[in-house]
C-alpha cells in the first residue's frame, strides 16, 4: 500500500496488465519513445518491445481503426489519444465499429481508449474537452471517469479487462498532484499488486444530510471545498463521485436524493447537453415526490474553452459558484 | 390614427407640480386602456397615470426624475379611437397656446389630437416588482425562480410525500413555521414537526454565512425617496424642538371585550374593521373637552402657539414605501361608525397607495401605534408643529395589581405621550395623559352606535 500519483497509478495499471496478459498492446502518437504527451508509457517500450507499444502515425481514425481491427481479431488494444479533443477525428470508427459491432457481428471488441480530459492551465479550446458528452448517448460504450489514483489504476485494469469499448477519461490536472495535497477524501492508498475497481459504483466522498451534490472528474475538487464552506455554515452537503457513467450508479444517486430531497449535479463540462440533464431527468422521474427543491445543474457556460487564463478562469465552474448555487439550494 | 397627449394630472387642489418616478411603458410599447404607463408623485402622495385607451405609445417626452406642472404632456399615444378633448387641469393662465386651435402651419393631413388627463390609479404596494422581465442571464439562478412567493403557499412534492405518509392534513402543513425561501415550509420542516410529536415548535434554523451573497456587492447605496426625503426633513425638524416624554399603563379590560364582541358586527353591518383606534380617538376628544387640556392639541408656529378647538388627529400607518401620516379632520365632530369607517378607509388608503393630498396636512395631533410590531411602548416624536404626539404599545395581558388587591391578568396597553415642552410643562402634559387613560378606562360603551 503506498500513496502514489494519479500519473503513476495509470503507468501501473499499464504496465502489470501488459506483464499479465500477452495480448494487451498499446498505440497511440509518440507513445514509444516520447513516453506519450504526458509520459504516462515512459520506458515502456524499451521494456515491451516496438509490437507492442505502437507508435502511430497522425492519424487518429487509422490507428483507432486498426486497433478495433486488433482487437476484433482477439487483442486487447489500448489507444492513447494525445487529448481528449482529438478523438473527433476518430469518431466514426468509435460509434460505428467499436461501440455497433458487437450488436451487428455478435463479437466483442474489447478496447480501451484512453482520453486525457479537460482542462489544465490554459489549454485552449482544443486541449480542455470534457468528452463524455459525445458518447454518452451512443449505445455499447462504457464510458468512465476516475478522480483518484486508485481509481485510475482499478478502473484502467477493469477497462483493459472488459470486453466492451472502454471510453477512460483520465484527467490531466490529477496528474500531477501528490497525494499529500489532494483532499483527505481523495487521499486512497493505491494496492501494489493487482486490483480492479469494479464498474457502476459511485463512491460518497462525504456524508451529509442537507443536500446531495452531484459529480465526477475534476470537478470533485470543487465539490469537497464547496461542501466545506458549506459545513462551516451549518449545511451538510453528500458529495458523491459517479466515478462511471456508463454504466452508472443509479442506485446510489436515488438513495442519496431520497435521503436528502436537495441535488445539485456539478460538471466540469458544459451545462447545456452535458450528463447533468440526464441525471436530472432521471432523479425527477423515479424520485419526484422526494424533492423538496428544483433540481440545480452547476456546468460550464455554451461557448468553447477560452485560451486565456482570466477567461478560462471565468468559464471553468469555481468553487464560488459551487458555493453559491449550494446556498441557494440549502435556503430554498 | 388619432394620437391622444398624456398628461401630468393634478394630484389635489394645492399640487401645482409633481414628479416622473418611473415609465412602466415604453416608446412602441402596445398599451392597454387602464394599464400603468408610469408612476409619479407629487409632494404629498405616490400615484400612477394610466393609459386612456388601448393603443401604441408612441413617444415618451419626459425623463424620470423630472419635475414637471401639472397638464404637461407627458407622452403621446397613438389610439384606435379618438379620445375626447378633455380639458386639461392646467394652472388657470396657460401660457402656451391652446392646442389644436391653429392649424399647423405645414405637414400633410394632420391627425386628430386629443387632450387627455389620465386618470389615476392608486399605487399598488411596492412588494411585487413591476412586471419588466429581466433580460435573461445564462446562470439565473434557478431556485430563486421556482422559489414560492405567495407567503410559502408551495409545499414541494417531498413535503407533500410526508404528509401523506404521516397522515398530516396539509392545512396543518401550511401552517407550520416555515424555514425555507420566503417562507416555505420545507421537508425539514415538517420532520422537526412530525419528530416533535405534532407540534409547531417555532424553529429559527441559524445559518454561518456571510450576508452578501456571492460575487453581489456588501453595500449598496440607496437614494433617499420622495417621501423617505420628507420624513427625513421632517424628523430633522422635530429633533430640534425640546421635547419630553411621559407614559402610563392603560387597562383595557372594557374597551377589548366590548371590542371583541362587536367586531364581527361591524363587519358585517358597515364593511369597517374595528380597531382600536376609534376608541382612542374617542378618548382624546373626550380629554381635550376640557379647556384645560386644550394647549396640547396645538401648532406651534413661530411664538405663537395655535390652539385648536377642533381635533384634527394624525394617524401614523405603516406603508411598503414609509411611514405616512394622514389626517383625520374634525374628529370632534364625528359619531361613532362614522369614525370607524374613517379610520379603517384612511389606513387602507394609506397602504394601497390611495392617499391623496387633501388626506395629509393641518393636523393638531399625532396617534401612533408602536404596538403592531410587537413593542410594549415607545417614545414618540412630535411630528412639527404639532404640540404633542400620543404613541400605544400593544395591548396584551400582563400581570397587574389588581383593584380589590392581589395580582392577575390585565389586558394593559402602554401609553406614552411626547410633547413640545415650550408649550406646554409636564404636569400640563402629564394630567391630559391621566384624562386620556381616563377615558379609555371608564368609557361608557353602551351607548356606543354599533
Redesign the interface.
Known sequence: MSLITYREALSAALWEEMERDERVFLVGEDIGLGGGAFYITKGFQQHFGRDRVVDAPLSEAGFTGAAIGAALAGMRPVVEYQFADFVTEAFKMIVDFAAGNHYRRMGPVPIVLRLPSAALVSGGPYHSVNPESWFFGTPGLKIVAPATAYDAKGMLKQAIRDDNPVIFMEYKKFYNYRPADLPPQLQIDVPEGDYTVPFGQARTLREGEDLTLLTFGTSVLEALEAAQVLEREGVSAEVIDLRTLVPMDKEAILRSVKKTGKLLILHEARKRGGVGGEIAALIAEEVFEHLDAPIRRVGAPDCPVPLSPPLEKAYLPGTAQVVGALRELAAF | MPIARIRMPRMGTSVHESTVVEWKKAAGDRVAKGEPLLSAESDKVEFEVESPADGVLKEVLVAPDATVPVGEVLALLETEEEIPDAPPETSPAPKAPAGGAAPKASGPPKQPEGDWVAPVAPLPPRQAPAVSPAPSR??A????Q??PDSQGKWL??????LAAEHGIPLGTILGLPGT??GG?V???DVERFIEAGGSAAPSV?????PLA???KPRERREPLTRLRRRIAENLSRSAAIPQASLWMDVDMSRIAAWREAHKERFREGHGASLSYTPFLALAIVHALRDPAHARLNARFEGDELHVARYVNLGIAVDTPEGLVVPVLREIDRMGFVDLVRAVDGLGARARSGGLTPDDMGGGTLTLTNFGASGARGGIPLLNPPEAAIIGTGLIAPRAAALPGGGIGLLPLMTLSLSFDHRANDGMAAGRFAAAVRSALEGMDLSHLES
Not at chain 2, 439562478?141 to 430563486?144: D, F, S
Not at chain 2, 414541494?156 to 410525500?161: A, D, H, N, T
Open positions: 445564462p446562470a439562478p434557478q431556485a430563486r421556482a422559489a414541494s412534492p417531498r413535503v407533500q410525500r425555507g425561501a416555505r420545507t421537508a425539514r434554523r441559524l445559518l454561518f454565512r451573497e456571492e460575487g
